[in-house]
């Protein structure tokens, strides 16, 4: 269920809508992989958040991400692009 420019949402209210129903759908399929129900309602947030508005997951979120991608790529929820910010922060750290 990724979203494409032509359907994102265009006010901020149609906008967190949008991140809360397609939230609880991811929600539900981070659970029925086996991913512990607090953690999932995190990474479904961020995951949404990611595919309706744009917005990068934060530093805990993308920890979460990486530590289930197996399953949140079982949950078919991987988003290529959804931990590059996080990589290239890391990137920066470690080059300071």
């Given at each position: 269920?990724?979203l ?7 006010d901020?209210?149609?906008c967190n809508?949008?991140?809360?129903r ?7 399929r981070?659970?029925?992989?086996g ?9 479904a947030?961020a995951?949404?958040?990611?595919d309706?508005a ?9 920890q979460?991400?990486e ?8 949950a ?7 931990l590059q910010?996080h990589a ?9």
């Amino acid at each position: 269920m990724f979203l494409s420019a032509d359907t994102l949402p265009q006010d901020r209210q149609q906008c967190n809508r949008a991140i809360k129903r397609v939230g609880v759908l991811y929600w539900q399929r981070l659970c029925q992989v086996g991913i512990p129900r607090g953690d999932a309602r995190k990474i479904a947030a961020a995951i949404a958040k990611f595919d309706v508005a744009r917005r990068p997951p934060a530093p805990e979120q993308a920890q979460l991400i990486e530590r289930y991608s197996s399953l949140v790529c079982r949950a078919q929820l991987w988003r290529r692009d959804l931990l590059q910010w996080h990589a290239q922060v890391q990137i920066s750290k470690q080059g300071s």
